[in-house]
């Protein structure tokens, strides 16, 4: 049975008794000393300017212990705000967790000259009328009471929806995601604070088990997201703490938030697991949100050491965005859960977002990686394709889909048709490369013929070509450099006696490419490798003379 709170220290809220670690909260549970107090012994005050953070909190196995929200929200900021800043954001909806979320923030500002200080940001959608009006007065008015800074912005998040063909949600998410990063920008900070609290995350975790995530969508939101594309930081701090108790620190402050009448629509998914769901749920067990809360800790613990390999399996990807290949070395230690976070992370790393990703199109990704698909390419949302070849899996764009991206053989029309001459220290541009003579003779640039072997080799160029990750579309179009004699042979991807590797050209990517696909997979078999894919063997009775370089 917990320890009762001392009657001396109830004057303020000190559920630390009970959060406190061994440090100090054996002795305070004795009523020995309180660590918030001036004085041990019975008849000690307590005092509510602690110049030091006050301790984490304690976490029992599988139990989140609440703190205070004022207690949370100004240890988060001690640790994580950067102290270089002179300022940070809070974005304020006009909703209780905003405004509880403002008001704590201020408070943890105001206590010291040398913190950095907050100033808030409301984003006008335009689509509730004269309740959208209503809130950004009261925006205005907590921020004049608190003396911080507001900065309004407008935008209508309806015509944003219909131009980008997302959802309303989604639109007004990216819309309040540029707004953040306009505004950080010009107001020289990195930090944006944001209002979710432990019921939001409950309900973001449900809803990606409703969606079919892994290990990933268990965490829930991150107390700290990292937005690379805008440079900014989105804090949650508000994370471990419930919905009640925000509107149990407004009460005493005579301050409360604006209710956002569209959250009682039952035409959003999230609405319907807040309003019908998660209520069914706790019907079988009212600790339903507390212990999705412990999960949502315990996956992102597992998590930190997955997502630890992953990044290093990573580092030996060619990437070149919206297009990334994955050598078998990068995934070959990966299976199951982990693999298909691993390819997960790559779709990630190479197209910017998931674009709809799903469980279904993960286990397919699986299959195909593992050599357990009967086809060589899967279908991935948003114009995308997954191709198998050699040792190599590719993530890119459909060439055959209907996207705003020419097409293949859209793309083929303007290049300059081979063979043709590349003379003494000249250079021409085809297949998006500019192709540079290294040599005092003239080169020769044309694509394979059927069944043509690489000279001193049994193997033929197209299965040199395949065991290199050239997708088949592509061979066709791959060039060939000759000599003026015309009998020695090379090309991107050639496997040379390291003693006689120099190639008569160089390869750079031109300023105007054309063809994409091709340009990309040609640089990708040219960069150097700790460890290369698999090759054909050598011919050991013929020695390979390529044309020396000069």
């Not at 009970?18 to 005092?47: A, V």
């Not at 003494?424 to 069944?451: C, D, F, K, M, N």
Request: aromatic letters at 4%; a neutral charge; hydrophobic letters at 35%.
């Amino acid at each position: 049975m917990p320890a009762r709170i001392p009657d001396r220290c109830r004057g303020l809220d000190l559920r630390h008794h009970l959060t406190t670690g061994p440090r100090t909260g054996d002795r305070c549970l004795r009523h020995s000393r309180c660590h918030r107090c001036t004085q041990s012994g019975q008849g000690s005050t307590c005092w509510s300017r602690d110049p030091d953070p006050p301790p984490a909190p304690y976490r029992f196995p599988g139990v989140i212990v609440p703190t205070s929200l004022s207690t949370t929200v100004h240890s988060f900021l001690s640790r994580h705000l950067p102290i270089d800043v002179p300022r940070y954001i809070v974005a304020l909806s006009g909703g209780p967790d905003s405004v509880a979320l403002l008001h704590s923030c201020s408070q943890w500002s105001s206590g010291s000259s040398d913190r950095p200080k907050p100033e808030a940001l409301h984003v006008h959608h335009g689509l509730r009328g004269e309740e959208a009006d209503r809130d950004a007065r009261h925006c205005a008015r907590i921020c004049a009471h608190l003396g911080v800074p507001l900065h309004l912005v407008s935008e209508s998040i309806e015509s944003s929806a219909q131009n980008e063909g997302t959802s309303i949600e989604t639109a007004g998410r990216d819309t309040r995601r540029r707004r953040f990063a306009e505004l950080c920008g010009s107001r020289s900070t990195s930090m944006v604070l944001t209002g979710h609290h432990g019921d939001d995350q409950a309900e973001t975790i449900i809803g990606n088990l409703l969606r079919g995530c892994g290990l990933r969508g268990l965490r829930g939101m991150e107390p700290l997201s990292f937005i690379e594309s805008s440079q900014i930081t989105i804090a949650r701090p508000l994370l471990a703490i419930r919905r009640n108790q925000i509107e149990e620190y407004l009460k005493p402050l005579e301050m409360e938030g604006n209710e956002d009448l569209s959250n009682r629509s039952r035409a959003f998914r999230r609405n319907r697991i807040r309003l019908d769901l998660i209520p069914a749920l706790q019907l079988e067990n009212p600790d339903l949100v507390s212990h999705l809360l412990a999960l949502s800790e315990e996956a992102r613990a597992r998590w930190t050491i997955e997502s630890k390999r992953i990044e290093q399996a990573l580092q030996q990807v060619h990437l070149s965005p919206p297009r990334i290949s994955l050598p078998r070395q990068c995934w070959q230690q990966f299976e199951g859960p982990e693999l298909a976070d691993l390819l997960r992370q790559a779709v990630i790393l190479g197209c910017g977002e998931e674009g709809g990703l799903r469980r279904e199109h993960l286990q397919s990704l699986v299959r195909l990686a593992s050599g357990e698909s009967r086809s060589a390419m899967v279908a991935l949302p948003g114009a995308r394709l997954a191709i198998r070849c050699g040792g190599w899996l590719h993530i890119g764009p459909d060439p055959t889909a209907n996207h705003d991206s020419p097409s293949w053989a859209e793309e083929l029309d303007p290049l300059p048709a081979l063979p043709c001459q590349i003379e003494p220290g000249s250079s021409l541009v085809h297949g998006g490369i500019r192709w540079q003579s290294l040599v005092e003779t003239s080169l020769t640039l044309r694509t394979p013929q059927a069944s043509e072997k690489v000279p001193g080799r049994q193997t033929t160029v197209e299965e040199t070509l395949r065991c290199q990750g050239v997708p088949p579309r592509l061979r066709r179009h791959w060039p060939l450099v000759f000599d003026a004699s015309k009998n020695r042979l090379w090309f991107a991807g050639q496997d040379l006696d390291p003693l006689h590797s120099a190639a008569p050209v160089a390869l750079t990517a031109a300023e105007s490419a054309t063809e994409l696909e091709l340009s990309y997979h040609l640089l990708r078999v040219l960069t150097p490798r700790s460890e290369s894919p698999p090759q054909p063997p050598a011919a050991s009775e013929v020695d390979l003379q390529p044309t020396h370089t000069g």
